[in-house]
Protein backbone atom coordinates (compact mmCIF):
# COMPACT_ATOMS: atom_id res chain seq x y z
CA UNK A 1 0.00 0.00 0.00
CA UNK A 2 1.23 3.54 -0.31
CA UNK A 3 3.00 5.49 2.42
CA UNK A 4 3.99 8.48 3.65
CA UNK A 5 6.84 9.53 5.71
CA UNK A 6 7.89 12.09 8.11
CA UNK A 7 11.01 13.21 9.11
CA UNK A 8 11.95 13.77 12.01
CA UNK A 9 9.86 11.64 13.75
CA UNK A 10 10.19 13.90 16.83
CA UNK A 11 12.26 17.78 17.38
CA UNK A 12 13.18 19.53 20.29
CA UNK A 13 14.46 23.08 19.77
CA UNK A 14 14.72 26.69 21.03
CA UNK A 15 12.37 29.27 20.98
CA UNK A 16 13.33 31.69 18.16
CA UNK A 17 14.82 28.76 16.03
CA UNK A 18 13.17 27.51 13.04
CA UNK A 19 12.27 24.27 12.38
CA UNK A 20 11.72 21.85 8.97
CA UNK A 21 9.67 18.63 8.67
CA UNK A 22 9.55 16.72 5.95
CA UNK A 23 6.62 14.88 4.70
CA UNK A 24 7.13 12.53 1.54
CA UNK A 25 4.95 10.12 -0.58
CA UNK A 26 7.70 6.74 -1.29
CA UNK A 27 5.56 4.85 -3.82
CA UNK A 28 3.36 7.47 -5.40
CA UNK A 29 3.10 10.84 -6.48
CA UNK A 30 1.25 13.43 -4.84
CA UNK A 31 0.54 16.93 -6.38
CA UNK A 32 -1.36 17.77 -2.92
CA UNK A 33 -0.41 17.08 0.30
CA UNK A 34 -2.31 18.44 3.71
CA UNK A 35 -0.75 19.85 6.99
CA UNK A 36 -2.52 18.77 10.20
CA UNK A 37 -2.29 20.20 13.81
CA UNK A 38 -3.04 18.19 17.12
CA UNK A 39 -2.54 19.68 19.92
CA UNK A 40 -2.18 17.27 23.24
CA UNK A 41 -5.40 15.44 23.57
CA UNK A 42 -7.44 17.21 20.48
CA UNK A 43 -8.38 16.36 17.10
CA UNK A 44 -6.60 16.89 14.06
CA UNK A 45 -7.04 20.51 12.47
CA UNK A 46 -6.41 21.27 8.94
CA UNK A 47 -3.48 23.66 9.04
CA UNK A 48 -2.95 24.30 4.88
CA UNK A 49 -3.35 22.50 1.97
CA UNK A 50 0.68 22.10 -0.30
CA UNK A 51 0.27 22.13 -3.91
CA UNK A 52 2.86 20.83 -5.97
CA UNK A 53 4.59 23.83 -7.89
CA UNK A 54 2.20 26.37 -6.49
CA UNK A 55 1.54 28.53 -3.11
CA UNK A 56 0.24 26.30 -0.19
CA UNK A 57 -3.62 27.53 0.69
CA UNK A 58 -4.07 28.36 4.82
CA UNK A 59 -6.69 27.75 6.72
CA UNK A 60 -8.22 30.89 8.12
CA UNK A 61 -6.23 31.67 11.59
CA UNK A 62 -3.01 29.85 10.42
CA UNK A 63 -0.34 32.14 9.55
CA UNK A 64 1.67 31.70 6.23
CA UNK A 65 4.26 33.64 6.68
CA UNK A 66 5.15 31.62 10.15
CA UNK A 67 4.30 28.07 8.87
CA UNK A 68 6.13 27.95 5.37
CA UNK A 69 5.21 25.28 3.37
CA UNK A 70 7.13 24.46 0.20
CA UNK A 71 6.17 21.57 -2.32
CA UNK A 72 9.11 21.29 -4.49
CA UNK A 73 8.04 17.74 -5.85
CA UNK A 74 5.79 15.61 -6.35
CA UNK A 75 6.83 13.21 -3.57
CA UNK A 76 7.71 15.77 -1.36
CA UNK A 77 6.48 18.88 1.06
CA UNK A 78 8.21 20.52 3.25
CA UNK A 79 6.49 22.45 6.72
CA UNK A 80 8.92 25.00 7.81
CA UNK A 81 8.41 26.31 11.57
CA UNK A 82 9.37 29.72 11.67
CA UNK A 83 10.75 31.60 14.68
CA UNK A 84 9.30 28.98 16.88
CA UNK A 85 7.33 29.73 20.39
CA UNK A 86 6.39 27.43 22.99
CA UNK A 87 2.95 27.87 21.92
CA UNK A 88 3.58 26.02 18.40
CA UNK A 89 4.56 23.13 20.52
CA UNK A 90 2.35 20.04 18.46
CA UNK A 91 2.18 17.26 17.09
CA UNK A 92 2.16 17.53 13.09
CA UNK A 93 0.66 15.12 10.26
CA UNK A 94 0.89 15.32 6.91
CA UNK A 95 -1.60 13.41 4.72
CA UNK A 96 -1.76 12.45 0.90
CA UNK A 97 -4.60 11.49 -1.06
CA UNK A 98 -4.28 8.26 -3.14
CA UNK A 99 -6.47 7.50 -5.96
CA UNK A 100 -9.08 5.78 -4.38
CA UNK A 101 -12.74 7.09 -2.68
CA UNK A 102 -10.99 9.77 -1.05
CA UNK A 103 -8.42 7.69 0.54
CA UNK A 104 -5.77 9.48 2.45
CA UNK A 105 -2.49 8.04 3.47
CA UNK A 106 -1.32 9.89 6.59
CA UNK A 107 2.37 9.97 7.89
CA UNK A 108 3.42 9.11 11.13
CA UNK A 109 3.50 12.82 12.39
CA UNK A 110 6.03 14.85 14.26
CA UNK A 111 6.60 15.46 18.03
CA UNK A 112 7.25 18.85 18.50
CA UNK A 113 9.10 20.53 21.33
CA UNK A 114 9.73 24.14 21.61
CA UNK A 115 11.76 24.89 24.50
CA UNK B 1 -19.30 22.58 4.82
CA UNK B 2 -18.82 19.44 6.28
CA UNK B 3 -18.36 18.24 10.34
CA UNK B 4 -18.44 15.76 12.66
CA UNK B 5 -19.99 15.23 16.03
CA UNK B 6 -18.61 12.90 18.07
CA UNK B 7 -20.53 11.87 20.94
CA UNK B 8 -18.91 11.24 24.68
CA UNK B 9 -15.06 12.50 25.09
CA UNK B 10 -14.28 9.50 26.94
CA UNK B 11 -16.15 5.70 27.22
CA UNK B 12 -15.11 3.15 29.25
CA UNK B 13 -16.44 -0.12 29.17
CA UNK B 14 -15.12 -3.51 30.70
CA UNK B 15 -13.00 -6.14 28.92
CA UNK B 16 -15.26 -8.41 26.62
CA UNK B 17 -17.95 -6.13 26.46
CA UNK B 18 -19.32 -4.01 23.55
CA UNK B 19 -18.15 -1.37 22.41
CA UNK B 20 -19.74 1.60 20.38
CA UNK B 21 -18.73 5.03 19.68
CA UNK B 22 -21.10 7.45 18.05
CA UNK B 23 -20.30 9.57 14.93
CA UNK B 24 -22.84 11.66 13.21
CA UNK B 25 -21.81 13.98 9.91
CA UNK B 26 -22.99 16.60 8.72
CA UNK B 27 -22.29 16.80 4.45
CA UNK B 28 -24.23 19.03 1.75
CA UNK B 29 -22.48 15.82 -0.60
CA UNK B 30 -22.64 12.20 -0.15
CA UNK B 31 -19.92 11.72 2.26
CA UNK B 32 -17.31 9.57 2.60
CA UNK B 33 -16.65 8.41 6.28
CA UNK B 34 -13.96 6.88 8.05
CA UNK B 35 -12.80 5.79 11.25
CA UNK B 36 -9.00 5.95 12.80
CA UNK B 37 -7.72 5.04 15.49
CA UNK B 38 -4.85 6.82 17.26
CA UNK B 39 -2.19 5.34 19.83
CA UNK B 40 -0.18 7.92 22.12
CA UNK B 41 2.10 9.56 20.81
CA UNK B 42 1.43 7.44 17.31
CA UNK B 43 0.09 8.39 14.04
CA UNK B 44 -3.38 7.23 12.72
CA UNK B 45 -4.25 3.95 11.77
CA UNK B 46 -7.21 3.41 9.50
CA UNK B 47 -9.81 1.05 11.04
CA UNK B 48 -12.19 1.36 8.23
CA UNK B 49 -13.85 3.29 5.42
CA UNK B 50 -17.41 3.92 4.29
CA UNK B 51 -17.50 5.24 0.26
CA UNK B 52 -21.05 5.03 -1.15
CA UNK B 53 -20.77 1.03 -1.05
CA UNK B 54 -22.50 -1.54 1.24
CA UNK B 55 -24.13 0.87 4.57
CA UNK B 56 -22.47 -1.98 7.29
CA UNK B 57 -18.33 -1.33 6.70
CA UNK B 58 -16.09 -4.13 8.43
CA UNK B 59 -12.59 -3.19 9.15
CA UNK B 60 -10.05 -4.20 10.86
CA UNK B 61 -9.62 -5.77 14.58
CA UNK B 62 -12.54 -6.47 14.63
CA UNK B 63 -14.42 -3.32 13.89
CA UNK B 64 -17.47 -2.82 11.92
CA UNK B 65 -19.25 1.02 11.26
CA UNK B 66 -23.05 1.45 9.81
CA UNK B 67 -23.76 3.88 7.50
CA UNK B 68 -27.19 5.56 8.07
CA UNK B 69 -28.41 8.40 5.87
CA UNK B 70 -31.62 9.03 7.97
CA UNK B 71 -29.80 9.76 11.02
CA UNK B 72 -26.76 10.88 9.55
CA UNK B 73 -24.49 8.73 11.65
CA UNK B 74 -21.77 6.37 10.97
CA UNK B 75 -20.97 4.71 14.52
CA UNK B 76 -18.13 2.35 15.15
CA UNK B 77 -18.69 -0.59 17.30
CA UNK B 78 -17.37 -3.90 18.65
CA UNK B 79 -18.62 -7.00 19.66
CA UNK B 80 -16.29 -7.64 22.74
CA UNK B 81 -13.87 -5.55 23.93
CA UNK B 82 -9.93 -5.78 24.66
CA UNK B 83 -7.52 -4.49 26.56
CA UNK B 84 -5.56 -3.26 23.03
CA UNK B 85 -8.44 -1.86 21.95
CA UNK B 86 -7.65 1.30 24.14
CA UNK B 87 -6.94 4.64 22.66
CA UNK B 88 -8.14 7.57 20.92
CA UNK B 89 -10.56 7.25 18.18
CA UNK B 90 -11.25 9.83 15.54
CA UNK B 91 -14.17 9.98 12.87
CA UNK B 92 -13.97 12.00 9.77
CA UNK B 93 -15.55 12.95 6.95
CA UNK B 94 -14.76 13.76 3.34
CA UNK B 95 -15.59 14.22 0.18
CA UNK B 96 -14.34 13.49 -3.61
CA UNK B 97 -10.93 14.12 -4.93
CA UNK B 98 -8.32 15.75 -3.21
CA UNK B 99 -9.98 17.30 -0.63
CA UNK B 100 -8.78 17.17 3.43
CA UNK B 101 -10.52 15.14 5.82
CA UNK B 102 -12.68 16.67 8.84
CA UNK B 103 -12.27 15.35 12.21
CA UNK B 104 -14.33 14.85 15.02
CA UNK B 105 -12.84 15.74 18.25
CA UNK B 106 -12.22 11.85 19.24
CA UNK B 107 -13.30 9.89 22.01
CA UNK B 108 -11.06 7.90 24.60
CA UNK B 109 -11.40 4.65 24.98
CA UNK B 110 -10.56 2.79 28.24
CA UNK B 111 -10.99 -0.94 28.56
CA UNK B 112 -11.11 -2.04 31.90
CA UNK B 113 -10.00 -5.62 33.02
Known amino acids: GAVVSQHPSWVICKSGTSVKIECRSL??????MFWYRQFPKQSLMLMAT?????????EQGVEKDKFLINHASLTLSTLTVTSAHPEDSSFYIC???????????FGPGTRLTVL | AQSVTQLGSHVSVSEGALVLLRCNYS??????LFWYVQYPNQGLQLLLK??????LVKGINGFEAEFKKSETSFHLTKPSAHMSDAAEYFC???????????FGKGTRLSVIA
Open chain 1, 95 to 105: SAPGTGHNEQF
Open chain 1, 27 to 32: DFQATT
Open chain 1, 50 to 58: SNEGSKATY
Open chain 2, 27 to 32: SSVPPY
Open chain 2, 50 to 55: YTSAAT
Open chain 2, 92 to 102: AVGNSGNTPLV
